[in-house]
């Protein structure tokens, strides 16, 4: 059916879809086909800032992207400690034509027929812009068989990512001779600035690089359970509770080379290299699609997960992503990293700094958080749990440590502060999703000591507050010591510019319980 609708999309355009207001932002993606992938695209560069334009001629497009749109909604903020760009705007468009307007980026997502992508590549070459960036979700497609026949072929390159876009950051940007570097930069510099990594494969081949493994393992699978050695939930589970895990933060080469231990990837080599002499998979013999089979996998996986519908499984799905990306940003290792690298480009934007100097009024609080609660954040009431009030409260610390000369490069030398003692008020919940951000105070910073002053809104409301001292340690004794002189005077300065505010209403107090 949805072959069949793109088919009628070139001879009759659907009707003219509901379109929502245009703002006047300068960055603009027109996305082409407005399934999964494509849907998955349109929330990832609406939610980082960019107008977007669809084209679909499903009538069922609209609800479809909206229901993509919600779950990354609720999820992609809170990936980042950095809150995102205000939300681009959506608009649904009858023809390709309309839907390609000002576009300086297009992502075509259309079925896997090579026909029907040549069709829409003819639309583009009539409308597109001629800086635009044309980039194919096509998971199999070398790109020279996509720019074959068009004069515009430089435009078009190999952009595919994997499901669901808007969380996972891997994009195989396969490009060939007749692209120029100047559309490689660009599509490099944008598929970086969402927040996602550009793998750039100058040699083409089928199906890339990522998904030849993925075929590889998902033969492999089909021959185990035709023969009846595991059943899928087996399958599943030797890779999620096994080297799953190990390459979701790793990948392979550098699993391996860990692997060999002590004497690293020659020893790994020379140890397991037989092994692949060994009759031990049927990667290049496939077991016949018979409705045996297929029905022996269907059922299994019903009884797997069927309990669960598709959008509870996703949201589950991107749950667990978002806490093992996390988790590997705590590292800065892996997608961690590049989700790391992507908020420090965004600090500058929501008003964060990095260093005294470039704070613009030293006479106000100083912003040292600005974020999205996280899914992991919240517990069994719904809220964010009260440990995290203590995180956000040390990680704004940490912030106006940096802001004050206590960064890394001081502590590697053998200085820090260390909190003595911490008061939190719980003033308001706040839930996933919701903004949030902390605003700091520094009320006394002479000789050893940092008193500190926290306050967390969600917008205009006060959620919690947190007040802290600290004292300055010599690593090496572990004991206190005065600072570097550029510190200390960095705090008194903040301290003096932030005493001509009334005092905080809260400073000071203990819990009153009655004797």
């Not at 919600?70 to 959506?90: C, M």
């Not at 190999?158 to 930069?185: C, G, K, Q, R």
């Not at 035709?226 to 790793?250: C, L, P, S, V």
Request: hydrophobic share 40%; aromatic share 8%.
């Amino acid at each position: 059916m949805v072959s069949f609708l793109w088919e009628c999309a070139f001879v009759q355009p659907g009707q003219a879809t509901r379109n929502m207001r245009e703002s006047d932002m300068t960055k603009t993606a027109a996305i082409i086909g407005g399934g999964v992938i494509g849907g998955g695209w349109a929330a990832r560069f609406l939610l980082n800032g960019w107008n977007v334009r669809v084209f679909d001629p499903d009538p069922e497009a609209e609800r479809k992207i909206g229901e993509v749109l919600a779950n990354a909604r609720r999820s992609l903020p809170g990936l980042g400690n950095v809150a995102l760009p205000s939300e681009g705007t959506l608009t649904y468009h009858a023809t390709i034509a309309e839907a390609v307007e000002g576009a300086e980026w297009i992502q075509e997502s259309v079925p896997e027929r090579l026909e029907l992508k040549q069709k829409v590549y003819g639309e583009l070459q009539a409308h597109a812009g001629k800086d635009a960036v044309i980039g194919s979700s096509t998971s199999g497609y070398r790109p020279s068989q996509l720019q074959e026949g068009f004069d515009n072929a430089g435009q078009i390159v190999v952009a595919h990512p994997f499901n669901p876009v808007y969380l996972m950051p891997l994009v195989e940007l396969v490009t060939t001779e007749v692209n120029p570097a100047s559309v490689i930069d660009s599509a490099k510099a944008i598929i970086t600035e969402i927040g996602m990594y550009p793998l750039h494969l100058k040699k083409e081949i089928d199906a890339h690089v990522a998904d030849r493994f993925l075929e590889a393992v998902w033969r492999e699978a089909l021959w185990l359970v035709k023969d009846g050695i595991a059943t899928t939930e087996e399958i599943d589970n030797a890779i999620r509770y096994g080297f799953g895990i190990r390459w979701a933060q790793m990948g392979l080469f550098e699993t391996y080379r860990v692997a060999g231990g002590e004497a690293g990837m020659k020893h790994f080599m020379a140890q397991f290299g037989p092994a692949l002499k060994w009759p031990w998979t049927k990667l290049m013999d496939v077991p016949e699609f018979t409705d045996e089979l297929v029905d022996l996998i269907a059922g299994q996986s019903d009884a797997q997960s069927g309990h669960h519908s598709i959008r509870e499984l996703e949201r589950i799905r991107d749950d667990n992503l978002v806490g093992m990306m996390r988790a590997l940003g705590a590292n800065d290792w892996g997608a961690g990293a590049l989700q790391n690298a992507h908020d420090a480009g965004r600090e500058a934007d929501v008003g964060l700094v990095r260093s005294i100097e470039e704070i613009a009024d030293l006479g106000q609080p100083i912003l040292t958080q600005s974020r999205i609660v996280p899914l992991d954040w919240t517990d069994y009431n719904g809220h964010m749990t009260e440990s995290r009030y203590l995180d956000a409260f040390a990680q704004s610390t940490d912030r106006l440590m940096m802001i004050i000369g206590c960064d890394a490069e001081y502590i590697a030398s053998g200085g820090s502060y260390f909190t003595a003692e911490t008061h939190i008020r719980h003033i308001d919940e706040v839930h996933a999703g919701d903004p949030m951000q902390v605003r700091t105070r520094v009320i006394m910073g002479q000789g050893k000591k940092m008193h500190v002053w926290h306050e967390m809104y969600s917008g205009d409301r006060l959620l919690a507050t947190g007040e802290h001292m600290l004292l300055h340690v010599n690593l090496e004794t572990r004991r206190s010591a005065p600072p570097a002189a550029h510190i200390e005077a960095n705090l008194v300065k903040l301290a003096e510019a932030h005493s001509a505010l009334d005092a905080p209403e809260g400073l000071g107090r203990a819990i009153g319980a009655p004797r």
